[in-house]
């Protein structure tokens, strides 16, 4: 992969020529690409093109001539804008299916995969996985499970996205499962913080996840886009009806016969024509041909990533209840202690109650008047020994209340 990222480089980034000093012997910026900011400010940007035959290559398009080439709206390039954040999306056009999966922005054609060139190692990956598996198909071309050259590239694509979102989710178990479980042991700031730090995580990589899987099952429930990602058979069916129509006789006028290069239009205007005349067929005539068309093939092969896709989301799924259930088994704990707290809160109430009869008793014989029982030589221990005994039936009898009234268990 070193290799392929060294040939993917630009030039000005290759060696140490960027981190020369200028002539005033000021040291540039380090990767500043002068050169590059020029052509995005031209629109040119920097495409990993993979053909069919497993060579790669990187070539500067800008978005006009890139729009121009795959018949795709800018709406659909937007999508492959790195600038901007988009949900995954699969979109079968005329001429190209247009993918964005997670790290993976690419543009595939009949003949060809134009990826946005990043040094991203999931792009790299990527490069390298699509340009084995071309290879090791190009002797078996014939064998029954032989794929077309779009859906090799698609079946990388999701493969790619699938697996990054799958090692996302194996790593987000592997730190979740410890943590809640020391969390239930002990409740702390600390723990609760990364607790709810990991659930937003889980949140935002299952919003993630949800998403492609979502694009997978609305592509499986309409045939019409499924029949619309077959752009070899399009491109056949395209070249064997203009084949057809230049063997038809004009007139009993040859074809061979010299034509006066002033009326007779380049090459590429008349296949332009023809392919505008190919696509202003009436919708009936496509209807025909789509209903004709063999979908079996993709909608296995995406059947096959609808599967790998919902455990992933199962195994997150599992994952947010594990948490919910760590969620309401701390806030069981918070309440049960909460209640505790209450109850001790009341004892100590009751209490206080208790000694305030004594204060209430040793108010009234503080007062300065003159009483017969103040004279008794006994009378005080009396006294303390009424005030206690009944002290002790009042409290014993607001313990009772409230086991009557079961507010309290004793």
């Known amino acids: 992969m070193s290799d392929l990222k060294d040939r993917l480089l630009p030039p000005p980034l290759r060696g140490d020529s960027f981190s020369r000093p200028s002539s005033s012997g000021r040291q540039p910026l380090l990767g ?73 922005r690419c543009i595939i ?19 390298v996985e699509l340009q084995q598996r071309l290879k090791a198909s190009s002797v078996g071309d014939t064998s029954p499970d032989y794929l077309p050259f779009e859906f090799r590239a698609l079946e990388v694509a999701l493969e ?39 659930k937003s995580r889980l949140v935002a990589l299952t919003r993630r996840v949800q998403k492609v899987r979502d694009e997978i099952e609305q592509l499986m429930d309409d045939d019409g886009d499924m029949a619309e990602m077959y752009l070899t058979e399009k491109k056949k069916r395209l070249e064997g009806s203009l084949y057809g129509d230049q063997s038809l006789p004009n007139d009993g006028v040859s074809f061979s016969a010299p034509v006066s290069p002033v009326s007779s239009p380049p090459s590429s205007r008349r296949l332009e024509k023809s392919l505008s005349f190919a696509r202003s067929r009436p919708d009936s ?91 008794q030589p006994g009378a005080f221990k009396w006294v303390l020994t009424i005030t206690g005994v009944c ?15 079961r507010l309290m268990p004793l």
Do not use: H
């Not at 992933?312 to 049960?336: A, V």
């Open 32 to 104: 500043l690409d002068v050169s590059g900011l020029k052509k995005r400010g031209q629109g040119l940007k920097s495409w990993i093109r993979v053909d069919a035959f497993a060579n790669t290559q990187v070539i500067e398009v800008d978005k006009f001539s890139m729009m121009r080439r795959c018949d795709l709206p800018a709406r659909d390039l937007r999508l492959l804008d790195p600038l901007f954040v988009y949900p995954s999306t699969i979109l079968g056009r005329e001429r190209a299916i247009v993918v964005n999966l997670e790290q993976i």
């Open 109 to 127: 054609t009949a003949d060809e995969v134009l990826l946005l060139n990043s040094l991203d190692d999931y792009v790299l990956g990527y490069v």
């Open 160 to 198: 790619a996205a699938c697996t990054f979102l799958d090692a996302q989710a194996s790593e987000l178990e592997i730190e979740a499962y410890p943590l809640l479980d020391e969390l239930t042991s002990k409740i702390s700031t600390v723990n609760l913080e990364r607790v709810r730090r990991l």
């Open 285 to 375: 005539a496509k209807s025909s041909e789509s209903e004709n068309e063999n979908i079996e093939e993709l909608e296995m092969l995406l059947e096959a990533y609808f599967v790998v896709i919902d455990s992933t989301l199962n195994k997150l799924t599992s994952l947010k209840e594990y948490i919910d259930d760590t969620e309401d088994f701390i806030n069981i704990q918070l309440d049960n202690v909460r209640n505790q707290l209450i109850q001790f809160e009341l004892l100590l109430t009751t209490a206080t109650f208790v000694v305030a009869i004594f204060g209430v008793v040793a108010g009234i014989f503080g007062m300065n008047f003159e009483i017969d029982l103040f004279e």
């Open 391 to 405: 002290g002790v039936l009042v409290f014993l009898g607001f313990l009772w209340f409230y086991k009557s009234r």
